[in-house]
């Protein structure tokens, strides 16, 4: 399996261009992925969770919700489905999500410190065609560089199949993996924002997450939808890093809607009155990234 989404480093570089006082909107420059020729996942495909390390039900809860939040369905907008909807812009139609099995790890069978090895093999679990399997990492797990990339997608190419890893950071790196809910390392040290569902490892998590889905069905192999070298691509969001909302700038999420009793920052809904905050999705028709709001 290869590894190819690093989602830190285009984090960082946003952040290191800000500038202290910062207040004018970057001018937006034309952005164009470019199609390398190669198969995309579409159709019907099942989101196998393999869970590694302590999550609570109500953390398990979250992701799930987040997953099952992007199928096709009538709910108000702004909502995690119209942001997955950006996706059938791609070619080839439509990518329904769906979960299929989830495998619990708790006993840490691989140690508390992982390598991308152990990540592979956490990921071949389960076998399946047409899936996605995601390894989920428990806070207390180390990762090797983790805080440089916060989660990864690959794939097999001879059997098919993608993979997907992200880490709960808040113990780890949270400025990194979950900003804007924590306070960057770098760059303008703006307010965080209120974690939507109260927890600022699982709310970055669901960023995260949502990256890493939209890069691997719009790249699954490494010769889809994608800007730069092949080795350190941009995708679908990792080319909008940073844009949450209109009026974004670099160490500026940008303008979202605000929960008036808990004031925690959200830009789409989801099932079980679940709210998120999502990154923006490059639009293959306009050649721009949309934020939901």
């Known amino acids: 399996m290869y590894p190819i989404y690093h989602f830190a480093t285009a984090l960082l570089l946003l952040l290191l261009v800000a500038k202290p006082g910062f207040g004018a909107l970057v001018e937006e420059q034309p952005l164009v992925l470019k199609y390398h020729n190669g198969a995309l996942l579409k159709g019907n495909i099942t989101v196998n969770l393999i869970w590694y390390g302590s999550f609570t039900p109500i953390q398990r ?61 956490l990921a071949g679990k389960v076998n399946a065609l047409n899936a996605i399997n995601v390894v989920l990492t428990a806070s207390d797990v180390v990762v090797d560089g983790f805080c440089s990339r916060c989660g990864t997608h690959g794939s097999n190419r001879d059997k098919k199949t993608a993979y997907v890893w992200v880490g709960n950071s808040e113990v780890q790196c949270p400025g990194q993996c979950a900003w804007p809910f924590h306070q960057p390392i770098y760059g303008p040290q703006t307010p965080p924002l209120v974690a939507p569902n109260g927890d600022v490892g699982v709310d970055g998590m669901i960023i995260n997450i949502a990256t890493l889905l939209a890069g691997t069905v719009t790249n699954p192999y490494n010769n889809g939808y994608f ?67």
């Open 61 to 121: 809860s979250i992701i799930v919700d987040f997953i099952h939040s992007l199928a096709p369905r009538r709910s108000p907008l702004p909502s995690a489905s119209s942001w997955w909807k950006t996706t059938e812009k791609y070619r080839g139609g439509a990518t329904n999500l769906v979960v299929g099995r989830q495998i619990l790890h708790e006993a840490y069978s691989l140690g508390k410190s992982l390598r991308n090895r152990h990540l592979v093999a």
């Open 227 to 293: 800007q730069g070298p092949a080795s350190a691509p941009l995708e679908a969001v990792s080319a909008c890093t940073g844009v949450f909302g209109t009026g974004a700038y670099s160490g500026y999420p940008g303008r979202v809607l605000v929960d008036k009793a808990t004031g925690a920052s959200y830009n789409a809904v989801g099932v079980n009155g679940r709210r998120f905050l999502l990154p923006a999705m490059w639009d293959p028709q306009t050649s721009a990234c949309k934020p939901l709001v």
